[in-house]
């Protein structure tokens, strides 16, 4: 496997919190409103996608992508539909983190498209939440600023 540089390490961070977004909706899941079982299901099968082409990406690349770790810690304890829906959108937020690191690490421009698409993507998802949760505004304006 090649040596990687500050865009196959930004790919890594990236793939890493999306790791932790799936182990996070699960508990999303377990604790969210029962009418937004299928908005829950949509996150966190759009960060499964996410995970699976990231790693593909990087295997393409001939970077050794890390394995998902047993387990994440939150941020927070979550025991209801609103912590439920906080655990949410702090998952999206340190996603669309993530992915922002990856546009300014990038070297190549198809690197560059994907996480300007994961970017928005997970801002988009975020804004939905802090909806959720009665947040105004519900948009930020610079997405994914650490």
Not at 120 to 134: H, K, P
Request: aromatic share 6%; charged share 15%.
């Amino acid at each position: 496997m090649s040596s990687q540089g500050p865009e196959q390490q930004s790919l890594i961070d990236a793939l890493n919190a999306e790791y932790a977004a799936v182990f996070a909706y699960g508990i999303v899941a377990a604790f969210s409103n029962p009418n937004r079982g299928d908005l829950v299901g949509a996150c966190a099968a759009a960060h499964r996608a996410r995970r699976d082409s990231t790693v593909d990406a990087l295997k393409a690349a001939s970077v050794s992508a890390p394995e998902s770790a047993a387990g994440y810690s939150v941020p927070f304890a979550v025991v209801d539909p609103v912590s439920a829906a906080q655990l949410a959108a702090q998952v999206e937020a340190d996603t669309a983190t993530a992915w922002r690191s990856v546009i300014e690490r990038s070297r190549s421009d198809a690197t560059r498209g994907v996480a300007v698409t994961a970017l928005t993507e997970a801002a988009g998802r975020a804004a939905t939440w802090r909806a959720i949760l009665g947040t105004d505004p519900a948009t930020v304006p610079f997405p994914g600023q650490p």
